[in-house]
């Protein structure tokens, strides 16, 4: 059933309660696919579904009434919200597509979609008897992307901005409990720690931009996950810190090992951390889901790391996570790292080749020969000394 968000303006999104992983990343809630519809003199859409919940969308269409769509929003190109774009205009020939030029480029390249546009840049106007502004926001998520205001009623429509992968059958952020919020908010951190962490400056520079424009919010309505309209301070704080590199006092440990030695060193590495008295979480990366132990780095002021060495290499499932972890550019962290070997002993020195392309903050690192009863005391200094310095930042 569609939902009015303010007079006029509507999501008729697709709800996916079956996805579990979304191009790699675990969505254990599923996900929404929001597009909106705005009534006005003229008629619009803001952006599509998924490919194959296109029905869901032409329902919600088809029991407001909807015969005619003049213009076509598209405020991003990725499948998820542009993967309906062909259905939409076989069934609304007459509309116009709105976009950045980018975005035009990318229906191209993308979808072969060559059709009537009209394209946008940041602070450009449209009047379809209420006002549409646009404000591209490049690389949140794709070079494309761009949101959607409009203006008197105060909705701000930024696509895959504040969302997260949240399946619910209720789409406003007051019909929550507070015990409901607080796996809601820890989706939307996963969601920015996997998904926008590593374009964090350009969050910085869209949140100051947001303010000159003298945008004010009333609802924010992302494509995915719930609608903000009660929690707005909240949400905007918490992208705020985010991309300022805000983190909690808690150190993240990262570890596989192979026969237990690694793993066997873990309790002095804790027992250091544990008299500081700071937090701590422990992941073991060959049956950790990726996507959560991203989630707390970006949370933690401080990560550990530990790898036996396999062939004068990090062993595979730490590698794997350290080249994800890189790729997203998590930043300002304090860091230590640990390892077992056997003869060669390159793995923790790889650590911290990962650590120092992070300009981590590396202040000890300890690698013992097979067994750690000999690193003891060394394992509990990296535990404490991480996490001082964790409680002095
Ligand atoms: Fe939800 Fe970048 O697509």
Redesign the pocket.
Known sequence: MYKEIKPGIFWVGAVDWDVRNFHGYTTRFGTTYNAYLIKSDRTVLVDTVKHGFEDELFSKLDALNVDRIDYLVVN?I?M??AGSIKEVLERYPEARIVTNIRGKNGLKEAYGIEHETVVVKTGDRLDVGKTLMFVEMPLI??PDSMATYAVEDRVLMP??AFGEHYASERRFDDEFSIEEMGIIFRENAKYYANIVLLYSNQVKRILEQLEKLGIEIDVIAP??GIIWRGRIDEIMQKYREWSSGIAEERVVIVYDTMWNHTKDALDSVIEGIESVGVDYVIYRLGVSDSTEVMTDVMLSKGIIAGSPTLNRELFPTVAAFLTYMKGLKPFGKVAGAFGSYGWSGEAVGKIVEVFNQLKFDVVKTVRFKFSHSKAEGELVDLGKTVAERVKEK
């Open positions: 991003h990725e998820d919200h998520h794709w696509n895959d494509s995915h």
